[in-house]
């Protein structure tokens, strides 16, 4: 609710904006303060603050804007592109309380990765409704371009991305040679890491035996699997002496890889997504296309590694949060209903995963809930930011982007198609009850998102240098 619009007599504190009465929840504490902004940064906090424009944010949280640093927006796969584009999907996320999103660049094998930078940005441009990043990609084809990776790293590109897996996938000499390009650079690689020679073994076992239904897609591609491919990288990473970051962690087995790395005080970082916190692998049994819908890589798990999961978030064996956003439509689904292997492979989150996050490290979490809120706001937003390089953004301080959402904790709701703003269609959250939702988000202090109602524009997000 907007207070007051008005404008202050000469000598006054000239904020531009103030978020007040709300609870603060940063990455360290939780307490009472106004937040003021003044232009696209934040410029104070502290106890009776007022500005042109006021924001009561009574009874709610105000916390950093969240930061989803893996998501597919109209992204190629295969005969399909995702079903987001840069403004739907940027808009669905700031819905759902993000600001700041990390995408990717994949390069042709006749491009250079300046040129497909420059053109996956001009892609962006006109629609991205939020701030974006870029990760670089290195396919079998980039490996004789690996001269490239410092003026791609020098354009903004602060991390690369390396496939284990489909038809980007390196073989461990190609990641080597990868890996240390990336260090050189001081870029920071961030891997999907699965066996493929295993999973094409069993792909084809399984469809040569006539087991065609999604129920064989998790039984193609194994949780100890991933756990021996992400072991592998980290141990090629740690011997050429580079950090490194594992995306869409989806088991138990790969969370012992990342927490014994750790342990061993190895710059190793993980992430999990909200699929892989709410969903079991039992729901590829469903009937028809409701099988196919949450085909995604890795797949889902037995109900063990979920909990494991959450688990490992909380104690903080796994670092962040993000979404792996790549959704596709029910009749792309279901092209492949007669081949598993055939379907293309993502699912819809990117304006769930704040409110899903909260719901499980908050509400159902147990524990200490200043501690429990604290850790949210880490997981989603200071966390991705600060591992990925988004100086800037991701935190409540002055100086920092006025990148701010509010957070109603009591604004019950059950999740369907019709309560998003993702195109997809469906979700796979569809009919869960969630307790809290972002009504609020504030991008480099415009207001986009004004209790529950759009008011950003097409082509505002800016490309973040990282
Ligand atoms: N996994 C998916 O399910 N979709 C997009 C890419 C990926 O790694
Ligand atoms: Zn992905």
Not at 64 to 89: C, K
Request: aromatic fraction near 6%; glycine fraction near 10%; include cysteine.
């Amino acid at each position: 609710m907007i207070m007051s619009e008005h404008l202050f007599p000469t000598g006054s504190t000239p904020y531009d904006l103030v978020i007040k009465n709300g609870t603060l929840v940063t990455a360290e504490a939780v307490f009472p303060a106004d937040v003021a902004v003044s232009g696209e940064t934040i410029a104070a906090m502290g106890r009776d603050l007022h500005g042109r424009r006021e924001i009561d944010a009574a009874g709610k949280y105000v916390i950093p804007g969240g930061v989803d640093v893996h998501v597919h927006l109209q992204m190629p796969i295969g005969r399909f592109v995702s079903t987001d584009d840069f403004y739907h999907g940027t808009r669905a996320a700031a819905f759902g309380g993000t600001t700041t999103i990390i995408d990717f660049v994949e390069t042709a094998p006749d491009q250079s990765m300046l040129d497909a930078l420059a053109a996956r940005q001009a892609l962006a441009a006109g629609k991205a409704a939020i701030d974006y990043g870029l990760h670089m990609t290195i396919g079998p084809s980039d490996i004789a371009k690996l001269d490239q990776v410092a003026g791609v790293r020098a354009a903004g590109c602060g991390s690369f991305k390396l496939y284990m897996a489909y038809g980007l996938r390196l073989t461990d000499g190609e990641l080597l040679r990868a890996l240390e390009a990336i260090r050189d650079v001081g870029a920071l690689p961030v891997v999907h890491a699965e066996n493929w020679d295993v999973i094409t073994t069993l792909i084809d076992r399984h469809l040569a035996a006539g087991r065609t239904t999604p129920h064989w897609h998790p039984r193609s591609r194994p949780a100890p699997l991933e756990a021996e491919a992400t072991g592998r990288v980290i141990d090629i990473a740690a011997w050429v002496g580079t950090p490194i970051h594992i995306f869409h962690v989806s088991c138990a087995a790969t969370v012992e890889r990342i927490a014994a790395a750790k342990a061993q005080g190895l710059p190793v970082t993980g992430e999990t997504c909200p699929q892989y916190l709410y969903l079991t692998q039992d729901v590829y049994d469903r009937p028809g296309v409701e099988g196919a819908l949450p085909v995604c890589a890795p797949p889902l798990r037995p109900a063990a590694d979920r909990d494991a999961l959450w688990g490992a978030l909380a104690s903080g064996s796994l670092d962040l949060v993000s979404t792996d956003h790549c959704p596709f439509t029910r009749a792309e689904k279901a092209t492949g209903l007669d081949d598993f292997s055939q379907i293309p492979g993502g699912v819809p989150s990117i304006e769930s995963r704040l409110a899903l996050v909260y719901d499980g490290l908050v509400n159902r979490g147990g524990g200490n809930r200043t501690a429990a809120l604290s850790r949210w706001v880490d997981v989603c937003a200071t966390t991705p930011a600060q591992r990925l390089g988004l100086g800037g953004k991701g935190r409540l301080l002055p100086g920092y982007d006025a990148d701010i959402v509010i957070f109603d904790p009591v604004a019950d709701y059950v999740v369907s198609p019709e309560s998003l703003h993702e195109k997809a269609g469906w979700t796979p959250y569809d009919g869960i009850e969630l307790p809290g939702r972002a009504v609020t988000t504030i991008s480099r202090g415009e207001i986009i998102v004004d209790q529950e109602k759009w008011q950003g524009t097409p082509g505002r997000g800016r490309f973040v240098m990282r």
